[in-house]
């Protein structure tokens, strides 16, 4: 396990709270998002600013937290391929265990003394709540699978197609009109 740096700016000290079961403590977070926040087609870009408030309390086994961090998402449509760029509260909970609390219990989230780090928590609920497919607006018509044309541009745009079985007529069609 790698040693925390209490000056990181998603790593918050709980000293202050102790360990006395309904010590609360409102924390203000603003730090540049680290990479990875996001999937291939939407994300937070890394070095944006994150800002959020986040609630810490003490509890038996541990400490508490939960707030919202409010961050810039941007991406691409999956359906015509528009940029997205818009912003997003997403909201964070998390149980933090005392290392002493559940040691069988491997998967959990731990403090480090009194630090607790902030950034596998916001991974998870970004990542989570962001959508596999992103679209720019709920109905947008896409490209044209034949030519790429926007169809929100042109909504009326069509290609004559002709069904191959029946190219052979469509030639004696063609015959008879020369």
């Known amino acids: 396990m790698v040693a925390l740096d209490p000056r990181a700016p998603l790593v918050i000290d709980t000293r202050d709270l102790g360990r006395r079961p309904g010590a609360m403590r409102t924390f203000d977070v603003l730090a540049p998002a680290p990479a990875g926040l996001g999937n291939d087609v939407i994300g937070v870009p890394q070095g ?9 309390e003490s509890v038996v086994e541990g400490v508490w937290m939960s707030g919202t961090v409010h961050a810039p998402v ?40 009194t630090l607790l780090d902030l950034e596998p928590t916001l991974r998870d609920a970004i990542v989570l709540a962001l959508p596999l ?36 007529l469509a030639e004696l069609l063609n015959d008879e009109e020369r």
Do not use: K, N
Request: charged residues 35%; contains cysteine.
């Open 48 to 56: 944006a600013e994150l800002a959020g408030r986040l609630q810490c």
């Open 74 to 113: 941007r991406g691409e449509c999956v359906r015509c391929l528009d940029p997205i760029d818009t912003e997003r509260d997403f909201d964070l909970q998390e149980m933090f265990l005392y290392q002493d609390t559940h040691p069988d219990d491997v998967e959990a989230a731990r403090l480090q003394d």
């Open 133 to 168: 497919q992103p679209l720019c607006r709920e109905d947008c018509p896409g490209l044209c699978p034949e030519c790429g044309v926007r169809l929100a541009d042109d909504p009326d745009h069509r290609h004559e197609r002709t069904d191959p079985r029946w190219s052979a």
